[in-house]
């Protein structure tokens, strides 16, 4: 399993300024994590508690049909293009990124052991999509386009654009190029794939797509570039088995949830992500989206205005040591920072015995393996000597097992820190207005008022819509 260490956070190592006298806080809300974790586990199968992410690891089923359709379409192209956003893509570009051999879409088919190149279509700037056209042959190309409503204007313009042109290319043979994951019943791309014929899969109901990583969201671009989905949903369950765990002093995303909870209260108000691993680096970019927009309201349960949120932050050791760590040990004490370490990596790396009578012959015949984690470590001294809180989360070994262990425990630590702070964890009405916004000055039927009153707000643009 994953371990996870807080000792840098506890008072006996930065003192009671900044620190926590941890064990006591453990003890003093040893009932209230009980009962946020009983609650959690109990509810998780109710319609409408949106915690039913909380049993993707148990789909047997629809990992033999996504393995099995991963397996009809090997060979047959020779690249996977990813249209989605937010949710819908981070995962997915966190475990590709992580899981995939480095530089995976300049390795020949060969290297690649047949499976195809993976591209993400996760924003719409029209010179990064023209950009992709212009490297791409479509028709060698498997179009995977995920929005659960149909209506997330960023992915279906990207896929207005594309459908329209593997039609024009292939015709009605255009639909093999294409697969879904979509809502099982109703919405627009619903629509279209039943009309078109296209195959599909399921984002199943109550699951927000920041939680989405373990359904076929991810699972389905996992598949389609070889990575073992099986073994993956195998390290979910058994961090599942573990956190079901009511007691405090044994359940490490409770731990961690519950550390931020009380740093916040401290002033802690910012959490940095910052793993020793480059293939751990867009882990980061995933965790920010789902602390911020999991935690981040205006209002709690009980109605009352109370703008809470822990503001997340990606770094990445060791590059970040020469930006970032500068104002972590020096500047404002307001973060809690989570280190991610690597037991062990794929490779080994040794540094030749050259330059040994020079300022770097320390290094000579040293491995950088050893030089990495050396980083991590003083890394970690080194802020804690600056009286600044962290938290450390140990993996073994980057593989399938350990990042759905890990992925998986920082869910369900946002969970039990959403009902610690009071609030819906699983809503973001501050993401609606800005969607609102768009659909009027995009001109959809229906917000012809909203329209309007934006003519007023809108006194200068340099562009027209």
């Known amino acids: ?15 009671n300024e900044h620190g926590l006298e941890i064990k006591k806080e453990f003890s003093n809300y040893k009932k209230q994590i009980a009962n946020i974790v009983s609650e959690l586990y109990s509810s998780k199968d109710q319609h409408g508690k949106w915690l039913k992410w909380m049993n993707l690891g148990y789909q047997d089923e629809l990992i033999q049909e996504i393995n099995q359709y991963a397996q009809s379409v090997k060979g047959k192209f020779d690249n996977l293009l990813v249209l989605g956003i937010g949710g819908s893509a981070l995962g997915g570009i966190c475990i590709t990124e992580a899981l995939l051999k480095p530089y995976w879409n300049i390795l020949d088919k060969n290297q690649r052991n047949d499976f195809p190149r993976i591209f993400f279509v996760d924003n719409i700037d029209p010179d990064q999509i023209n950009g ?18 149909g209506t997330t204007a960023e992915t279906m313009s990207a896929f207005m654009i594309i459908q329209e042109r593997l039609e024009k290319e292939l015709g009605d043979s255009a639909k093999e190029n294409i697969v879904t994951t979509t809502d099982r019943n109703k919405g627009i791309l619903r629509e279209i794939t039943n009309e078109k014929g296209y195959k599909s899969f399921i984002v199943p109901d109550d699951v927000g797509g920041r939680f989405s990583v373990f359904s076929a969201v991810g699972l389905l671009p996992f598949a389609l570039t070889g990575i073992n989905i099986s073994e993956m949903l195998k390290g979910v369950r058994e961090m599942d088995d573990a956190l079901k765990n009511t007691d405090v002093e044994k359940n490490i995303a409770a731990q961690n949830a519950l550390i931020h909870y009380l740093m916040d209260k401290k002033g802690k108000n910012l959490s940095v992500m910052m793993p020793y691993s480059s293939r751990l680096r ?50 404002p004490n307001d973060k809690l920072i989570n280190f991610i370490r690597v037991g062990c990596f794929d490779t080994e790396l040794r540094i030749p015995e050259v330059l040994m009578e020079t300022g770097v012959g320390y290094l000579g015949g040293k491995s950088v393996n050893k030089l990495m984690n050396a980083e991590a470590d003083a890394t970690r001294i080194a802020v804690t000597d600056f009286k600044k809180p962290n938290v450390n989360i140990l993996v073994p070994k980057v593989n399938e097992y350990y990042l759905g262990q890990l992925l998986y425990m920082l869910e369900v630590q946002t969970a039990i820190a959403g009902a610690l702070y009071n609030i819906d964890t699983f809503n973001q009405p501050g993401v609606e207005q800005g969607k609102n916004y768009t659909y009027a000055l995009m001109g959809r039927k229906g917000y012809e008022k909203t329209a309007k009153e934006l003519e007023q707000k809108l006194v200068t643009s340099i562009c027209q819509y």
């Open 1 to 15: 399993m994953i371990s996870f260490d807080w000792k840098n956070a506890d008072a006996s190592a930065i003192g």
């Open 282 to 331: 867009y882990v980061s970019d995933w965790y920010v989206q789902l602390w911020a927009e999991s935690l981040g309201k205006e209002t709690d349960l009980d109605g009352n205005v109370a703008n809470i949120g822990p503001t997340p932050l990606k770094a990445l050791g060791a590059t970040d040591q020469h930006s970032q760590i500068q104002l972590y040990n020096e500047g």
């Open 132 to 149: 992709l056209f212009d490297v791409l042959d479509l028709k060698k190309t498997l179009v995977n386009v995920i929005t659960k409503s």
